[in-house]
């Protein structure tokens, strides 16, 4: 009898390790609305709530299939640039990576979209201005509150990277 009630526990034993070693781990949490998923090339998964995503971007690979030598990639607008006012005068415009624009005349801020191999500046005060690549140089097309992308420019000036680094 004792040797049964031994022989069991060593059984039970076993087996609760044999359980806790091999048991399948839970599988990844699925995703729940309002969440985006990644999944890595390893296997791993991340997830990350959509409140606190801004914008999400595909750059690499994708944006340099899609860019032929004439269209500058988003990189390369990244910086600091030269550009005229239209009666002579110059004033900075720097270009953030996460979107942000500044600009020296009048201090103001702004916001940047990178569309067509273009640089689309939206300012505070509802002006916009465009830099864009004509032939070899780059050039600043500037609109007033109101105008579209596509109205004609209130005046067109050279625009000039002091910081290019292509990206």
């Known amino acids: 009898m ?9 059984v039970l034993i076993f087996l609760s390790a044999l359980s806790g070693g091999f048991a399948k781990t839970a599988p990844p ?7 985006i998923v990644l999944v890595f090339k390893d296997g791993h998964r991340q997830s990350f709530n959509l409140a606190d995503i801004a914008r999400v971007e595909f750059t690499g690979a994708a944006e340099a299939a899609a860019a032929s030598p004439d269209v500058p990639t988003r990189g390369r607008f990244f910086g600091k640039w030269v550009v005229g ?3 002579g005068d110059t004033f900075l415009i ?4 996460d979107g942000e624009a500044l600009r020296s005349l009048g201090d103001l801020h702004g916001k940047w979209t990178y569309v067509n191999g273009e640089a689309r500046i939206t300012w505070d005060d509802g002006a916009q201005d465009v830099i864009r690549r004509a032939g070899s140089k780059f050039q600043k097309y500037a609109y007033s509150a109101g105008k579209s992308f596509t109205d004609t420019p209130d005046n067109v000036t050279s625009a000039v990277n002091t910081t290019p680094k292509p990206i």
Do not use: Q
């Open 2 to 10: 004792r040797k049964d009630i031994v022989a069991a526990g060593v």
């Open 94 to 97: 720097t270009l953030k990576d």
């Open 85 to 87: 006012e239209g009666n």
């Open 29 to 35: 949490a699925k995703a729940v609305p309002g969440t």
